[in-house]
């Protein structure tokens, strides 16, 4: 059952990801190639580490090029916007470039941390909202244990129109650290996505993990499943495994060649997003139809 509930947790994380076009659009590259092959793409929208064999990433105007146009040191963070799903997966860097998906290696993110610890979550049956009482800020991290905050709330500042403290923040799926803090996952408000917060201390940016988790190596096209944990005797605890292991940090990103600007927005596809809405809708009904039998 936690397996199966896992499963539908990270099928929603890519699919929330893969549509983010429903409340911020997505930008289609000024590239000759993505629009002759725009059929065989799809949008990755996550950052990779080049880890080429010769010490460097090779990146080419098109994957059917002979030459390449830029080698990329290894340890350079690269963002891949989209994917060509042929001749073993090629990535856009930004919108300037294609480069070999076996060049590269994913920077862990919350999808990582999903397919590492999804064993581990705990689905509430109720949504639990967030007890920012007495607090001054909140602390949104990509993933439980993450180097540092990627976004803070508090209220200060005109960035944050919706006021303080943040009305109708509420989670229901709950990770507990090895520290015994119990952290939740937001799928998305006022425009920011996939996010965790830690429920113990919100507004504690000290409970950082310090340095990055070693990058996962998968391929992107597909999705591994979870690391099998035993199941709590205790439905109400989850199972906490180690901390994962660490490495050295990254070397800092070199500077690249400059990107090309984006064009305007493209239709909406519509039938896709259709798809993707249904396949939650689905999972929603399945979710709720084993809790029954539960």
């Not at 201390?201 to 990058?215: H, K, L, N």
């Not at 239709?267 to 929603?284: D, K, N, S």
């Amino acid at each position: 059952m936690k397996r199966f509930l896992t499963l539908l947790f990270i099928l929603a994380l890519c699919l929330s990801l893969s549509m983010s076009a429903f409340a911020d659009v997505i930008y289609e590259p000024e590239d000759s190639f993505f629009e002759k092959h725009r059929d065989e793409c799809y949008y990755e929208n996550r950052v990779y580490i080049a880890s080429g064999e010769n010490g460097y990433a090779s990146a080419k105007k098109n994957p059917t090029s002979k030459k390449a146009e830029w080698e990329i040191p290894n340890g350079t963070e690269i963002y891949i916007s989209f994917v060509w799903d042929q001749d073993g997966g090629w990535g856009l860097k930004d919108s300037h470039g294609w480069i070999s998906m076996d060049e590269l290696t994913v920077k862990y993110d919350g999808i990582s941390f999903a397919q590492e610890h999804g064993g581990e979550f705990l689905y509430l049956d109720e949504w639990e909202f967030i007890d920012l009482t007495g607090r001054d800020c909140l602390h949104l991290w990509r993933y439980p244990g993450d180097t540092e905050p990627f976004n803070t709330l508090s209220g200060s500042g005109e960035d944050y129109w919706w006021g303080w403290p943040p009305e109708e923040m509420s989670v229901n799926t709950i990770y507990e650290d090895p520290a015994g803090r119990r952290w939740g996952y937001v799928n998305y408000y006022y425009g920011l996505r996939d996010f965790w917060v830690c429920l113990t201390a919100p507004d504690d940016a000290s409970i950082g993990g310090g340095e990055a988790p070693q990058p996962v190596e998968v391929s992107p096209t597909e999705t591994p499943a979870p690391t099998e944990v035993p199941v709590p005797t205790d439905a109400s605890t989850p199972t906490v495994s180690p901390a994962p292991t660490v490495t050295p940090a990254a070397p800092q990103p070199t500077e690249l060649p400059p990107i090309i600007d984006p064009v305007p927005p493209q239709p909406f596809p519509w039938l896709p997003a259709g798809l993707a809405v249904g396949a939650v809708v689905i999972a929603g009904v399945l979710l709720a139809v084993f809790r029954k039998k539960k």
